[in-house]
Nanobody, 122 residues
Framework: VQLQASGGGLVQAGGSLRLSCAASGRILSSYTMGWFRQALGKEREFVGAIRWSDDMTFYADSVKGRFTVSRDNAKNTVYLQMNSLKPEDTAVYYC????????????????WGQGTLVTVSS
């Protein structure tokens, strides 16, 4: 599985941005597609994910109610819609795929895309 993330950029606080992650290769129904982020000097952290089999989503508390993960089956693409952005959301965002259900840990994910930088100005 190969993943290609895109859509990062500079946005003002309170604004919105949508990231995309195009997947090539076979995505099995047992897979979970996740988004992570890594701010400068910090560890990579879980943001949100979607289960390929049933579209169930789950999120980190820090983004719950502001971010939404969705997918387009026909395009094999996963999205991260980010609303009400805050300066503390500034980070490099990564999409990733896990072969297992409902995983949140960095080490649970087997495939990673390159990051896309999101900068939120105050």
């Amino acid at each position: 599985v190969q993943l290609q993330a895109s859509g990062g950029g500079l946005v003002q606080a309170g604004g919105s941005l949508r990231l995309s992650c195009a997947a090539s290769g076979r995505i099995l129904s047992s897979y979970t597609m996740g988004w992570f982020r890594q701010a400068l000097g910090k560890e990579r952290e879980f943001v949100g994910a979607i289960r390929w089999s049933d579209d169930m989503t789950f999120y980190a508390d820090s983004v719950k109610g502001r971010f939404t993960v969705s997918r387009d089956n026909a395009k094999n693409t996963v999205y991260l819609q980010m609303n009400s952005l805050k300066p503390e959301d500034t980070a490099v965002y990564y999409c990733a795929a896990s072969r297992y259900y409902s995983r949140r840990g960095v080490t649970d994910y087997d495939y990673w895309g390159q990051g896309t930088l999101v900068t939120v100005s105050s």
